[in-house]
């Protein structure tokens, strides 16, 4: 349990720093780079495209790239 929570924070912390630095999108290879595991999230938000969240954070991979948004940013 704490090995998953350690991966979730630290996925947070990746999409939340991208998104602090003003960016709305990021290649997918680099969040990679940075340690990000695609395989841990918090929940699913359902749409066309569905939107993954990681806590308060959401993005959606387009093949080679990631978009971001703060979930307050995305429609319920």
């Known amino acids: 349990m704490l090995a998953i929570n350690r991966i979730l924070r630290r996925n947070h912390q990746i999409l ?7 960016r709305d ?3 997918t290879k680099e969040l990679y780079y940075k340690g990000f595991n695609f395989d841990y999230f918090t929940s699913v938000k359902d749409g066309q495209p569905a939107i993954t969240c990681c ?3 959401g993005y959606r991979t387009d093949g080679e790239t990631t978009l971001l948004a703060a979930t307050s940013d995305i429609e319920n």
């Open 55 to 57: 806590y308060d954070i």
């Open 16 to 22: 939340y720093n991208l998104i602090s630095e003003g």
């Open 25 to 27: 999108q990021c290649p």
